[in-house]
């Protein structure tokens, strides 16, 4: 049986033409069987594609390729041959869609302006000699089935919502000491760093990688805490069998870390609901009813 694989990357740097990378990374795509999901700007690249591991790792390789991808961040996972039910490869206006095109500045080097990158280790240590806050970068949804201890969790659905929640005065008191901002594999944090370092607060972190290399370098063993959201069809992963499960099922309140999209196709929402309710119960938290 063959070994599949999902790669999560990115890089910041300047695209003269996204356009025409667009269309050799679909066909390059195409060429070797992958599925996913890769978005391109005038910032950069970013993506996550799985496929049978040879062909992962050609897509790679050539990918590579061309200069200023080469030094890009990439991240390897398992995969289960159905992560993906097809391939997209768009042009955006933003690589993370923050709803600031004009505010993010990048150079070949990266983002200009972004916080202090940290290593799992460098963040350990940081923790141990300073009073840190956790900010997470995710929306709700991802932050509920699993976040740092402690974590400051912002009220929003999508990115679009972070500049607003970050000029609403809410997290002000932070803007004077030590914010480590931490997402699933670092990219969100190269924008939002930047976003809070134009908004005053002095002392920015980002955790280097996101939640995908910490979980590489600790697992379960360290400070994070439950399960970790992925965009595509595994949902939800853990680092090891030592994970806990800090959500609960939004139908029964039992422990539970399953994600499923609300039963009501006019609603968009995604839940947290154990296997029991999946099968018993409809629920929609718009229209706060359970059907049976």
């Known amino acids: 049986?063959?070994?599949?694989?999902?790669?999560?990357?990115?890089?910041?740097?300047?695209?003269?033409?996204?356009?025409?990378?667009?269309?050799?990374?679909?066909?390059?795509?195409?060429?070797?069987?992958?599925?996913?999901?890769?978005?391109?700007?005038?910032?950069g690249i970013n993506g996550t594609v799985g496929g049978e591991l040879g062909?992962?790792?050609?897509?790679?390789?050539?990918t590579r390729e061309y200069a200023p991808f080469k030094p890009m961040d990439?991240?390897?996972?398992?995969?289960?041959?159905?992560?993906?039910?097809?391939?997209?490869?768009?042009?955006?206006?933003?690589?993370?869609?923050?709803g600031a095109p004009g505010e993010l500045k990048v150079d070949a080097n990266g983002v200009i302006g972004g916080g202090t990158h940290l290593s799992p280790q460098e963040l350990h240590s940081l923790v141990a000699e300073r009073d840190v806050t956790f900010f997470d970068g995710r929306n709700a949804v991802e932050?509920?089935?699993?976040?740092?201890?402690?974590?400051v969790v912002p009220d929003v659905e999508t990115t679009r919502d972070f500049v607003s929640e970050l000029e609403s005065g809410?997290?002000?008191?932070?803007?004077?000491?030590?914010?480590?901002?931490y997402c699933t594999g670092g990219i969100r944090c190269e924008v939002l760093s930047a976003l809070m370092i134009?908004?005053?607060?002095?002392?920015?972190?980002?955790?280097?990688?996101?939640?995908?290399?910490?979980g590489e370098a600790f697992g379960d063993a360290g400070l994070w805490e439950g399960s970790l959201y992925v965009f595509d069809g595994r949902e939800a992963v853990q680092?090891?069998?030592?994970?806990?499960?800090?959500?609960?099922c939004s139908v029964c309140g039992?422990?539970?870390?399953?994600?499923?999209?609300?039963?009501?196709?006019?609603?968009?929402?995604?839940?947290?609901?154990?296997?029991?309710?999946?099968?018993?119960?409809?629920?929609?938290?718009?229209?706060?009813?359970?059907?049976?």
Not at 30 to 41: D, M, N, P
Not at 143 to 151: D, L, N, Q, T
């Open 254 to 292: 039992e422990a539970s870390s399953r994600l499923q999209n609300c039963d009501d196709l006019s609603c968009r929402t995604q839940l947290v609901i154990c296997e029991t309710c999946t099968v018993a119960d409809r629920f929609c938290p718009t229209h706060a009813s359970v059907d049976h």
């Open 1 to 43: 049986m063959a070994e599949h694989k999902v790669l999560l990357f990115y890089i910041f740097t300047p695209l003269s033409d996204p356009e025409a990378v667009r269309l050799w990374q679909r066909d390059l795509c195409e060429s070797l069987g992958l599925g996913g999901r890769i978005i391109l700007s005038k910032d």
């Open 55 to 62: 062909a992962v790792k050609r897509y790679l390789r050539k």
């Open 74 to 98: 990439v991240k390897w996972s398992e995969g289960s041959g159905d992560d993906f039910p097809r391939l997209s490869v768009k042009v955006r206006e933003e690589l993370v869609s923050f």
């Open 239 to 248: 680092f090891s069998d030592q994970a806990i499960t800090i959500s609960t």
């Open 170 to 181: 809410k997290y002000d008191h932070l803007k004077d000491s030590p914010v480590v901002t």
């Open 143 to 151: 932050a509920e089935i699993g976040r740092f201890k402690g974590a």
């Open 198 to 214: 134009n908004r005053g607060f002095s002392e920015v972190y980002q955790l280097d990688g996101g939640i995908v290399r910490y």
